[in-house]
C-alpha cells in the first residue's frame, strides 16, 4: 500500500512526482515504456512558452505563466540547458495587425512582457534571416529552449533520489475501488494506493473514463518536424512562431538548446494515440510555411524527421483536479502545449493537492540539485585533460557527430533510473542524435550496455518493447 500512484513518466508525472517528493509521502510512479519521457515529453518544440497565447482567465495561462518563471531556477537546481532567448511572433501584412494586437492584448492580460515592433530596420537588427515581407512582430523576451529529454529525465532521477520509486514496463489496465483507496491493476501485477494521479498524456482520457461517468476526450493532435544540424541554430537567434491559428502555434522556427534548428510542427487530428510517423505531406507543408517568416534555411542540413502527438482536449484546457464522482482519482489530463513549460507548475499544484488530502509534512531529507552529466565537449582543455587523467574513458569518444565519450555513456547507464537502450543513452548524453543518427555509435553503445547492465546482445533495444536490434548472428541464416 502506499500513498500515491502516478500514471506516466513524462514531464507532468515526473514533476508531479519531485514536487511529492519534497513532502514524507510514499510514492511510485507506474510507466508503460521502458524508460521516463517516453511519449509526448520526447517529441515536441521544447520551448519555454512566454504565456501570451492561452487564454486568459484559464489554468493554461496561469500554469504556463508560472511554469515560464520557475525555469531559470529550475534549470540551474537540476542541470538542464535552458537558455531564455525571446520569441517573435510574426505578420507579414499589414492585414494581421489586428491579430498581433488581440495577441498582445493576451499577453499583457496574462502579466506576460510583450511589444509590437513594426520597425523594419529593428526587426532585422535583431533577425537578419527575418522574411522581406514581415511588416511587425510581437517581441516576448521570456521565451526560452529548454532540453526537453533533460527537463523530462532530470525531474525524475530527482524524484527518484528523494525516495520516489518507479516502475517501467508496467501498463495500467484498470481500477478497482477499495475502502481505502484504490487497487491498480497493471500487465505487471496489482497496486494498492490511497491516491492515483492520472497523468497518461494522449491515454488520461481513456484512464479517466475507466473510473468516471463524467466522460473526457483527448484527442491525438501530431506534429512533424524537420531537425537541421548542428550550428544551423545561429540561422535565427530567437524563436520565430508563425500566427497562431484556431490549430495553434502553427509552424516556428527556433534554435534548440543544443544549437541545431529545428522546423515545425505541424498539427493534424487523428484517431490512432500510436501513429508517430511522420508523412511527406507533413514535412513538405511545414518546410513551405517555415520559408514564408525566415528566409535562406539551410534545408540541405536536416538530419531528421519527427513527429509527436499533442494531448488536445476538447476544450482546450489542462484538467487538474480530483474526480468529482471517483474520490482519490486525480486527473493531470489534456497537458497539451504549454505543458512542458508548465509543467513545473503543474507538478506543484498537483502535490499542493496532495499536501492537503494527505496532510503531508516536509521531508526533511529532499535535495533538490541534482548534478547532470558532464558534457566533456563543452569542458575547457585543462580541465577536460584532468577529467580524462582521472577517468581514462571520458578520453574514448563513441559518438563522433556529438563528440559524446564512453564516460558520459557510462554515467548514463548507471545513474538513478539509468539508460538501458539506445534512446536511453540517446537522450541522456546525445550519443546518436547527430548527423549520422547513431550509424557509427550504435553498436559501441550496444556494446556498453551489454557489458555493464548484463542485458544480452539480442535483447538490447532501440527503446524497449520489440525494438531489438540484433536478431541474429550471420550465420543463423547459412
Ligand atoms: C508537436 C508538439 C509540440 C509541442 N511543443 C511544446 C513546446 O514547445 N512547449 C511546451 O511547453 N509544450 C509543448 N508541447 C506539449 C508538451 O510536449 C506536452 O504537454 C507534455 O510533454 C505532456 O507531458 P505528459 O507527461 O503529460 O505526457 P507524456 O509525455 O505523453 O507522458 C505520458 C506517459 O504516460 C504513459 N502512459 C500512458 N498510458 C499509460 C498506462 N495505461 N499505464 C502506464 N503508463 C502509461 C506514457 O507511456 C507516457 O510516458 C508540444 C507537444 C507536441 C505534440
Redesign the pocket.
Known amino acids: 500500500m502506499v500513498d500515491v500512484i502516478i ?8 514533476a508531479c512526482a519531485r514536487e511529492l517528493s519534497r513532502y514524507n509521502v510514499n510514492v511510485c510512479v ?4 521502458e524508460d ?14 512566454a504565456g501570451y497565447d492561452a487564454k486568459v482567465g484559464s489554468l493554461m495561462a496561469k500554469l504556463n505563466v508560472e511554469g515560464n518563471k520557475m525555469m531559470p531556477e529550475l534549470s540551474k537546481e537540476l542541470d538542464i540547458p535552458f537558455i531564455q532567448n525571446g520569441s517573435f511572433v510574426v505578420c507579414n501584412n499589414q492585414e494581421d495587425l489586428d491579430t498581433l494586437k488581440t495577441l498582445y492584448d493576451k499577453g499583457v492580460a496574462n502579466g506576460v512582457d510583450v511589444e509590437i515592433i513594426t520597425d523594419r530596420n529593428r526587426i532585422v537588427e535583431m533577425e537578419p534571416n527575418i522574411a522581406d515581407n514581415v511588416v511587425a512582430v510581437l517581441y516576448a523576451p521570456a521565451t526560452g529552449v529548454v532540453c ?1 529529454f533533460t527537463l ?1 529525465i532530470a525531474m525524475a532521477e530527482n524524484a527518484a533520489m528523494n525516495g520516489v520509486d518507479f516502475k517501467f514496463n ?4 484498470g481500477f478497482e475501488k477499495t475502502d481505502n483507496g484504490w487497487k491498480v491493476l ?1 500487465n505487471n501485477g496489482e497496486f494498492e494506493t490511497k491516491y492515483i494521479v492520472n ?6 482520457d ?2 479517466h473514463n475507466m473510473v468516471s461517468e463524467n466522460k473526457i476526450h483527448i484527442t491525438a ?1 501530431r ?1 512533424d ?1 524537420c531537425l537541421l544540424d548542428k550550428g544551423t541554430g545561429k540561422h535565427v537567434n530567437r524563436t520565430i512562431f508563425a500566427l497562431p491559428s484556431k490549430f495553434g502555434k502553427g509552424i516556428l522556427v527556433t534554435p534548440t538548446a543544443h544549437g541545431n534548428l529545428l522546423l ?2 505541424t498539427a493534424v487530428d487523428i484517431e490512432d494515440k500510436e501513429a508517430t510517423a511522420t508523412t511527406s505531406e507533413g514535412l513538405n507543408e511545414l518546410i513551405a510555411k517555415a520559408g514564408l517568416n525566415v528566409k535562406d534555411i539551410p534545408l540541405r542540413k536536416v538530419i531528421t524527421s519527427f ?5 488536445h482536449e476538447d476544450n482546450h484546457e489542462f484538467i487538474i483536479k480530483e474526480v468529482e464522482d471517483a474520490k482519490g482519482f486525480i486527473d ?1 489530463a489534456g ?9 513545473p507548475a503543474i507538478g506543484k499544484m498537483v502535490a499542493g493537492i496532495l499536501k492537503e488530502k494527505l496532510g503531508l509534512e516536509p521531508n526533511p531529507n529532499f535535495n533538490g540539485k541534482r548534478e547532470g552529466i558532464i558534457a566533456s565537449n563543452e569542458l575547457d582543455f585543462n580541465s577536460r585533460q584532468e577529467l580524462i587523467k582521472n577517468k581514462p574513458a571520458y578520453g574514448n569518444i563513441v559518438c563522433r557527430c556529438e563528440m559524446i565519450s564512453e564516460g558520459e555513456i557510462l554515467d548514463a547507464i548507471h545513474r538513478p533510473l539509468g539508460a538501458k537502450s539506445l534512446d536511453g543513452v540517446k537522450r541522456r548524453t546525445r550519443a546518436g542524435m547527430g548527423r549520422c543518427q547513431s550509424g557509427f555509435c550504435s553498436p559501441r553503445t550496444i556494446d556498453l550496455i551489454n557489458k555493464e547492465c548484463k542485458i544480452a546482445m539480442d535483447e538490447i533495444t532501440k527503446s524497449g518493447g520489440k525494438s531489438q536490434i540484433i536478431v541474429g548472428t550471420n550465420k543463423d541464416s547459412l
Not at 170 to 173: D, F, I, L, Q, S
Not at 199 to 204: H, K, N, P
Not at 307 to 311: E, H, Q, V
Not at 335 to 343: C, D, K, N, W
Open positions: 500514471i506516466g513518466a513524462g514531464v507532468s508525472g515526473s507506474l510507466e508503460k515504456g521516463v519521457c517516453y511519449a509526448t515529453s520526447k517529441a515536441n518544440s521544447g520551448i519555454a512558452h526537453p523530462n508496467t501498463e495500467v489496465v497493471t497523468a497518461a498524456g494522449v491515454y488520461a481513456v484512464l493532435r506534429g518536424y515545425g510542427p513527429a509527436g502527438l499533442r494531448a493531470c497537458i497539451e502545449s504549454p505543458g512542458l513549460t508548465s509543467s
